[in-house]
Protein backbone atom coordinates (compact mmCIF):
# COMPACT_ATOMS: atom_id res chain seq x y z
CA UNK A 1 0.00 0.00 0.00
CA UNK A 2 2.82 2.62 1.19
CA UNK A 3 4.65 1.57 -2.20
CA UNK A 4 1.67 2.04 -4.29
CA UNK A 5 0.73 5.32 -2.85
CA UNK A 6 4.09 6.82 -3.23
CA UNK A 7 3.69 8.80 -6.26
CA UNK A 8 0.35 10.56 -4.75
CA UNK A 9 2.96 12.27 -2.13
CA UNK A 10 4.50 14.79 -4.79
CA UNK A 11 1.36 16.07 -6.07
CA UNK A 12 -0.22 16.00 -2.44
CA UNK A 13 3.03 18.36 -1.13
CA UNK A 14 2.34 19.87 -4.31
CA UNK A 15 -1.88 21.03 -3.47
CA UNK A 16 -0.99 21.46 -0.11
CA UNK A 17 1.51 24.86 -0.63
CA UNK A 18 -1.30 26.06 -3.38
CA UNK A 19 -3.50 26.11 -1.05
CA UNK A 20 -1.42 28.35 1.24
CA UNK A 21 0.17 30.22 -1.14
CA UNK A 22 -0.65 33.80 -0.05
CA UNK A 23 0.31 33.51 3.89
CA UNK A 24 3.69 31.88 2.90
CA UNK A 25 3.91 35.30 0.50
CA UNK A 26 2.20 37.57 3.07
CA UNK A 27 4.92 36.11 5.37
CA UNK A 28 7.84 36.91 3.40
CA UNK A 29 6.16 40.02 1.77
CA UNK A 30 5.46 38.62 -1.27
CA UNK A 31 2.22 40.12 -3.56
CA UNK A 32 3.92 39.67 -7.31
CA UNK A 33 1.46 36.81 -8.44
CA UNK A 34 4.84 35.80 -11.10
CA UNK A 35 6.84 35.53 -7.27
CA UNK A 36 4.07 33.73 -6.05
CA UNK A 37 3.64 30.73 -8.95
CA UNK A 38 7.52 30.18 -8.16
CA UNK A 39 6.29 28.52 -4.71
CA UNK A 40 4.72 25.90 -7.01
CA UNK A 41 6.93 25.98 -10.15
CA UNK A 42 9.94 25.45 -7.93
CA UNK A 43 8.64 22.45 -6.27
CA UNK A 44 7.60 20.61 -9.51
CA UNK A 45 11.20 21.75 -10.84
CA UNK A 46 13.28 20.02 -8.39
CA UNK A 47 11.52 16.90 -8.29
CA UNK A 48 11.28 16.82 -11.86
CA UNK A 49 14.86 17.80 -12.47
CA UNK A 50 16.46 15.11 -10.62
CA UNK A 51 13.69 12.00 -11.16
CA UNK A 52 15.75 10.70 -13.86
CA UNK A 53 18.94 10.62 -11.78
CA UNK A 54 17.21 8.99 -9.34
CA UNK A 55 15.82 6.16 -11.43
CA UNK A 56 19.04 5.51 -12.72
CA UNK A 57 20.19 5.22 -8.93
CA UNK A 58 17.00 2.63 -9.02
CA UNK A 59 18.26 0.59 -11.97
CA UNK A 60 22.46 0.08 -10.68
CA UNK A 61 21.11 -0.46 -6.91
CA UNK A 62 18.03 -1.65 -6.33
CA UNK A 63 14.29 -0.45 -6.56
CA UNK A 64 13.55 -1.30 -3.05
CA UNK A 65 17.04 -0.20 -1.81
CA UNK A 66 16.72 3.39 -2.83
CA UNK A 67 12.88 3.75 -1.86
CA UNK A 68 14.36 3.02 1.72
CA UNK A 69 16.99 5.31 1.21
CA UNK A 70 15.04 7.73 -0.16
CA UNK A 71 17.63 11.26 -0.99
CA UNK A 72 21.39 8.77 0.73
CA UNK A 73 23.24 11.19 -1.21
CA UNK A 74 25.98 8.97 0.08
CA UNK A 75 25.40 6.12 -2.16
CA UNK A 76 28.30 4.65 -4.02
CA UNK A 77 28.38 6.77 -7.45
CA UNK A 78 30.24 3.43 -9.78
CA UNK A 79 28.26 3.02 -12.92
CA UNK A 80 26.70 6.38 -13.18
CA UNK A 81 26.93 8.74 -15.45
CA UNK A 82 27.75 11.89 -13.75
CA UNK A 83 28.92 14.27 -16.55
CA UNK A 84 25.38 13.55 -17.89
CA UNK A 85 23.63 13.76 -14.45
CA UNK A 86 25.47 17.17 -14.12
CA UNK A 87 24.69 18.70 -17.23
CA UNK A 88 20.93 17.87 -17.57
CA UNK A 89 20.31 19.35 -14.53
CA UNK A 90 21.94 22.23 -15.01
CA UNK A 91 20.46 22.97 -18.19
CA UNK A 92 17.05 22.11 -17.20
CA UNK A 93 17.00 24.09 -13.92
CA UNK A 94 18.42 27.14 -15.98
CA UNK A 95 15.59 27.00 -18.56
CA UNK A 96 12.59 26.64 -16.18
CA UNK A 97 14.72 29.46 -14.09
CA UNK A 98 14.65 31.71 -17.26
CA UNK A 99 10.67 30.78 -18.23
CA UNK A 100 9.54 31.38 -14.50
CA UNK A 101 11.69 34.53 -13.98
CA UNK A 102 10.71 36.47 -16.77
CA UNK A 103 7.28 36.89 -15.41
CA UNK A 104 9.06 39.09 -12.79
CA UNK A 105 11.78 40.91 -14.56
CA UNK A 106 11.04 41.13 -17.74
CA UNK A 107 12.32 39.54 -21.21
CA UNK A 108 14.10 42.86 -21.38
CA UNK A 109 16.55 41.91 -18.40
CA UNK A 110 19.79 40.40 -20.17
CA UNK A 111 20.39 38.03 -17.51
CA UNK A 112 16.64 36.07 -18.52
CA UNK A 113 17.04 35.50 -22.00
CA UNK A 114 21.12 34.73 -21.30
CA UNK A 115 20.30 32.26 -18.71
CA UNK A 116 17.79 31.04 -21.00
CA UNK A 117 20.81 30.77 -24.00
CA UNK A 118 23.08 29.09 -21.51
CA UNK A 119 20.45 26.48 -20.50
CA UNK A 120 19.73 25.08 -23.99
CA UNK A 121 23.50 25.43 -24.56
CA UNK A 122 23.91 22.97 -21.80
CA UNK A 123 21.29 20.32 -22.66
CA UNK A 124 22.44 20.30 -25.85
CA UNK A 125 25.75 19.13 -24.42
CA UNK A 126 23.74 16.78 -22.09
CA UNK A 127 22.78 15.33 -25.37
CA UNK A 128 25.97 14.65 -26.87
CA UNK A 129 26.98 13.33 -23.74
CA UNK A 130 24.32 10.50 -23.21
CA UNK A 131 24.33 9.48 -27.45
CA UNK A 132 28.05 9.43 -27.88
CA UNK A 133 30.32 9.16 -24.57
CA UNK A 134 28.32 8.06 -21.73
CA UNK A 135 28.97 4.13 -21.58
CA UNK A 136 25.51 3.76 -18.64
CA UNK A 137 23.73 7.12 -20.54
CA UNK A 138 20.84 8.31 -18.03
CA UNK A 139 18.67 8.11 -20.85
CA UNK A 140 19.23 5.48 -23.45
CA UNK A 141 17.99 7.35 -26.44
CA UNK A 142 19.04 4.23 -28.88
CA UNK A 143 15.95 2.44 -27.18
CA UNK A 144 13.46 5.09 -27.46
CA UNK A 145 11.21 5.15 -30.35
CA UNK A 146 8.65 7.73 -31.71
CA UNK A 147 6.17 5.90 -29.90
CA UNK A 148 7.84 7.54 -26.58
CA UNK A 149 8.29 10.90 -28.19
CA UNK A 150 4.10 11.01 -28.76
CA UNK A 151 3.61 9.72 -25.31
CA UNK A 152 5.75 12.05 -23.49
CA UNK A 153 4.72 14.79 -25.73
CA UNK A 154 0.88 14.41 -24.84
CA UNK A 155 1.89 13.66 -21.22
CA UNK A 156 3.66 16.93 -21.52
CA UNK A 157 1.13 18.95 -22.95
CA UNK A 158 -1.85 17.22 -20.63
CA UNK A 159 0.23 17.58 -17.11
CA UNK A 160 1.13 21.52 -18.52
CA UNK A 161 -2.21 22.25 -18.30
CA UNK A 162 -2.95 20.86 -15.68
CA UNK A 163 -0.81 22.67 -13.23
CA UNK A 164 -1.73 26.04 -15.12
CA UNK A 165 -5.53 25.08 -14.52
CA UNK A 166 -5.01 23.95 -10.65
CA UNK A 167 -2.60 27.22 -10.11
CA UNK A 168 -4.91 29.89 -11.44
CA UNK A 169 -8.48 27.91 -10.33
CA UNK A 170 -6.70 28.34 -6.17
CA UNK A 171 -5.69 32.22 -7.48
CA UNK A 172 -9.75 32.75 -8.34
CA UNK A 173 -10.99 31.26 -5.12
CA UNK A 174 -8.13 32.94 -3.11
CA UNK A 175 -8.25 36.38 -4.65
CA UNK A 176 -11.27 37.29 -6.47
CA UNK A 177 -13.47 35.38 -4.14
CA UNK A 178 -11.20 36.59 -1.21
CA UNK A 179 -11.86 32.66 0.21
CA UNK A 180 -9.48 31.46 3.10
CA UNK A 181 -7.81 28.53 2.70
CA UNK A 182 -9.51 26.05 4.12
CA UNK A 183 -12.56 27.49 2.54
CA UNK A 184 -11.31 27.38 -0.94
CA UNK A 185 -9.61 23.74 0.33
CA UNK A 186 -13.52 22.90 0.64
CA UNK A 187 -14.19 23.77 -2.51
CA UNK A 188 -11.92 20.99 -4.07
CA UNK A 189 -12.77 18.16 -1.21
CA UNK A 190 -14.69 16.29 -4.45
CA UNK A 191 -11.33 15.12 -5.85
CA UNK A 192 -10.17 13.08 -2.78
CA UNK A 193 -13.16 11.08 -3.87
CA UNK A 194 -12.66 10.82 -7.66
CA UNK A 195 -9.10 10.05 -6.88
CA UNK A 196 -10.13 7.12 -4.64
CA UNK A 197 -12.22 6.07 -7.15
CA UNK A 198 -9.44 6.42 -10.05
CA UNK A 199 -7.12 5.03 -8.18
CA UNK A 200 -9.02 1.86 -7.62
CA UNK A 201 -10.17 1.70 -11.04
CA UNK A 202 -7.46 2.39 -12.86
CA UNK A 203 -5.73 -1.37 -12.73
CA UNK A 204 -8.74 -2.98 -14.15
CA UNK A 205 -9.53 0.18 -17.09
CA UNK A 206 -6.01 -0.27 -18.05
CA UNK A 207 -5.83 -4.03 -18.80
CA UNK A 208 -8.49 -3.60 -21.87
CA UNK A 209 -6.79 -0.01 -22.39
CA UNK A 210 -10.07 1.81 -22.15
CA UNK A 211 -10.89 5.47 -22.61
CA UNK A 212 -12.27 6.58 -19.66
CA UNK A 213 -12.71 10.25 -17.38
CA UNK A 214 -9.63 10.02 -15.91
CA UNK A 215 -7.18 11.56 -17.57
CA UNK A 216 -5.00 12.42 -15.40
CA UNK A 217 -4.74 9.73 -13.30
CA UNK A 218 -4.56 6.68 -16.55
CA UNK A 219 -2.16 9.15 -18.16
CA UNK A 220 1.03 8.47 -15.66
CA UNK A 221 0.49 4.15 -15.97
CA UNK A 222 -0.28 4.25 -19.35
CA UNK A 223 3.02 6.00 -20.31
CA UNK A 224 4.75 4.01 -18.19
CA UNK A 225 3.66 0.65 -19.56
CA UNK A 226 4.75 2.25 -23.05
CA UNK A 227 7.99 3.13 -22.21
CA UNK A 228 8.40 0.19 -20.14
CA UNK A 229 7.88 -1.92 -23.38
CA UNK A 230 10.11 0.19 -25.25
CA UNK A 231 12.92 -0.45 -22.67
CA UNK A 232 14.88 -3.52 -21.82
CA UNK A 233 14.80 -5.01 -17.80
CA UNK A 234 17.65 -3.19 -17.53
CA UNK A 235 16.29 0.48 -17.97
CA UNK A 236 12.83 -0.38 -16.33
CA UNK A 237 13.92 2.35 -13.72
CA UNK A 238 14.68 4.63 -16.16
CA UNK A 239 11.15 4.29 -18.11
CA UNK A 240 9.05 5.30 -15.00
CA UNK A 241 11.58 8.49 -13.85
CA UNK A 242 11.05 9.58 -17.16
CA UNK A 243 7.76 10.01 -17.48
CA UNK A 244 7.70 11.22 -13.66
CA UNK A 245 10.37 13.73 -15.21
CA UNK A 246 7.68 15.18 -18.17
CA UNK A 247 4.86 15.36 -15.54
CA UNK A 248 6.60 17.31 -13.23
CA UNK A 249 8.98 19.34 -15.33
CA UNK A 250 5.72 20.42 -17.61
CA UNK A 251 3.99 21.38 -14.54
CA UNK A 252 7.00 23.43 -13.08
CA UNK A 253 7.49 25.05 -17.03
CA UNK A 254 3.82 25.50 -17.89
CA UNK A 255 3.61 27.52 -15.18
CA UNK A 256 6.47 30.14 -16.27
CA UNK A 257 4.60 30.53 -19.94
CA UNK A 258 0.87 31.09 -17.75
CA UNK A 259 2.91 33.62 -15.99
CA UNK A 260 4.56 35.71 -18.72
CA UNK A 261 1.09 35.39 -20.47
CA UNK A 262 -0.47 37.01 -16.65
CA UNK A 263 1.59 39.48 -16.55
CA UNK A 264 1.58 41.02 -19.89
CA UNK A 265 -2.24 41.24 -20.28
CA UNK A 266 -3.38 42.23 -16.49
CA UNK A 267 -2.19 46.00 -17.46
CA UNK A 268 -0.43 45.74 -14.06
CA UNK A 269 -3.59 43.95 -11.95
CA UNK A 270 -4.69 46.77 -10.35
CA UNK A 271 -8.09 46.20 -10.83
CA UNK A 272 -10.40 43.22 -10.60
CA UNK A 273 -10.82 43.36 -13.97
CA UNK A 274 -7.49 43.22 -14.96
CA UNK A 275 -6.37 40.79 -12.42
CA UNK A 276 -9.25 38.51 -14.39
CA UNK A 277 -7.58 39.29 -17.63
CA UNK A 278 -4.63 37.94 -16.33
CA UNK A 279 -6.19 34.60 -15.18
CA UNK A 280 -8.06 34.54 -18.58
CA UNK A 281 -5.09 34.91 -20.41
CA UNK A 282 -2.79 32.14 -18.33
CA UNK A 283 -5.97 29.81 -18.40
CA UNK A 284 -6.11 30.36 -22.64
CA UNK A 285 -2.22 29.46 -22.60
CA UNK A 286 -3.56 25.90 -20.72
CA UNK A 287 -5.98 25.38 -23.48
CA UNK A 288 -3.60 25.70 -26.29
CA UNK A 289 -1.52 22.80 -24.29
CA UNK A 290 -4.62 20.69 -24.07
CA UNK A 291 -5.71 21.38 -28.18
CA UNK A 292 -1.95 20.76 -28.18
CA UNK A 293 -1.93 17.52 -26.64
CA UNK A 294 -5.06 16.29 -28.56
CA UNK A 295 -3.39 16.73 -31.73
CA UNK A 296 -0.30 14.84 -30.70
CA UNK A 297 -2.94 11.72 -29.80
CA UNK A 298 -4.43 12.06 -32.84
CA UNK A 299 -1.72 11.81 -34.54
CA UNK A 300 -0.17 9.49 -33.21
CA UNK A 301 -3.06 6.99 -33.33
CA UNK A 302 -3.32 7.78 -37.40
CA UNK A 303 0.37 6.62 -36.84
CA UNK A 304 -0.63 3.56 -35.35
CA UNK A 305 -4.09 2.44 -36.96
CA UNK A 306 -1.23 2.92 -40.65
CA UNK A 307 1.55 0.56 -38.98
CA UNK A 308 -1.33 -1.61 -38.02
CA UNK A 309 -2.76 -1.80 -41.65
CA UNK A 310 0.42 -1.78 -43.14
CA UNK A 311 1.55 -4.77 -40.92
CA UNK A 312 -1.51 -6.61 -41.38
CA UNK A 313 -1.07 -6.06 -45.95
CA UNK A 314 2.52 -7.51 -45.31
CA UNK A 315 1.16 -10.63 -43.85
CA UNK A 316 -1.44 -11.43 -46.46
CA UNK A 317 1.51 -10.49 -48.93
CA UNK A 318 3.80 -13.56 -47.20
CA UNK A 319 0.88 -15.90 -47.03
CA UNK A 320 -0.27 -15.38 -50.74
Keep these: MRLSSSPSYVL ?6 ISITHVIGDSFGITNPGELSWL ?17 L ?4 GYKTMYLLGMAWHLVLEELDMPGTVTGVAGRVLINLAWNQAPIADWSQPYVYVTLLLGFLILAVFFV ?12 FNTLTSDVSFTLGAIACGWGCFGIWVYYSWQFLLVLRAESP ?11 ISGAVAAILTGALMHPMLIALFGMDMSFP ?16 IAASLVSTVVNYSISIALGFAGTVDVNVNNGGLTEHDVI ?9 AIGLAGLGVAICLAFLVKTKTQQKKLVMDQDKAEA
Design 58 to 61: GDVF
Design 129 to 140: IEIRYATHPLIP
Design 12 to 17: RNYSHV
Design 40 to 56: IAGYSLTVGTFIVFSGR
Design 182 to 192: LLATAHFSPVA
Design 222 to 237: AGTLILSDAMPRRHQG
Design 277 to 285: KGYRGALYM
